[in-house]
Antibody, heavy 123, light 107 residues
């Protein structure tokens, strides 16, 4: 049973780059599955950030695209997210999640999710 | 962007009640809809996918319905473990957006 575990700095200063890691255990990321990052604001709004496949295929939410960098490290079975030029609006709990589907990418839901890592943007 | 609207925002109910709440999309998403349950301090957990299919290990008291723009999640007999917040999520064509949630609280 695959499990995901996010980790990150906890506190980031405005204008800096946020770097997060998602460790995947119980299964390899070198599969047909896609993986996404999703965040939840203090107001509980859930927002999809971006997805990645171990092949490097990736895409981001248009609202964040210019600031997002994704990677997948198959040797470490890890995913990473970098979000540049952060502001207070980027304060959230960040989750990684696996896509699941019987229809192909673009027609998929998220299962399972990691436990999330909180990020506060503040000077 | 496809906007998802859930109602009500909060629902007060008692153990054993049958409850239903709604999720509406601002355009047709066929049956490309999932429901999640979230408890405080935890990640969302998948309940329903493709509008009406039960996720792995999800109790049968949960059921989903609807298609197009209007969807429902029903809990047939509310259990103490079900007091939580429920989110819908659409997944139509490389676009994933969530509703704002319905919180189920103890009456």
């Amino acid at each position: 049973q695959v499990q995901l575990q996010e980790s990150g700095p906890g506190l980031v200063k405005p204008s800096e780059t946020l770097s997060l890691i998602c460790d995947v255990s119980g299964g390899s990321i070198r599969t047909d599955y896609y993986w996404s990052w999703i965040r939840q604001t203090p107001g509980k709004t859930l927002e999809w950030i971006a997805y990645i496949h171990h092949s490097g295929d990736s895409n981001s939410n248009p609202s964040l695209k210019s600031r997002v960098t994704l990677s997948a490290d198959t040797s470490k079975n890890q995913l990473s997210l970098k979000l540049s030029a952060v502001t207070a609006a980027d304060t959230a709990i960040y989750y990684c999640a696996r896509h699941d589907t019987s229809h192909g990418l673009g027609k998929d839901w998220f299962d399972p999710w990691g436990q999330g890592t909180p990020v506060i943007v503040s000077s | 962007d496809i906007q998802m609207t859930q109602s009500p925002s909060t629902l007060s109910a008692s153990v054993g009640d049958r409850i239903t709440f709604t999720c509406r999309a601002n355009q047709n998403i066929n049956n490309w809809l999932a429901w999640y349950q979230q408890k405080p301090g935890k990640a969302p957990k998948l309940l329903i996918y493709d509008a009406s299919n039960l996720g792995r290990g999800v109790p049968s008291r949960f059921s989903g319905g609807g298609s197009g723009t209007e969807f429902t999640l029903t809990i047939s007999s509310l259990q103490p473990d079900d007091f939580a917040t429920y989110y819908c999520q659409q997944y139509d064509s490389y676009s994933w957006t969530f509703g704002q949630g319905t919180r189920v609280e103890i009456k």
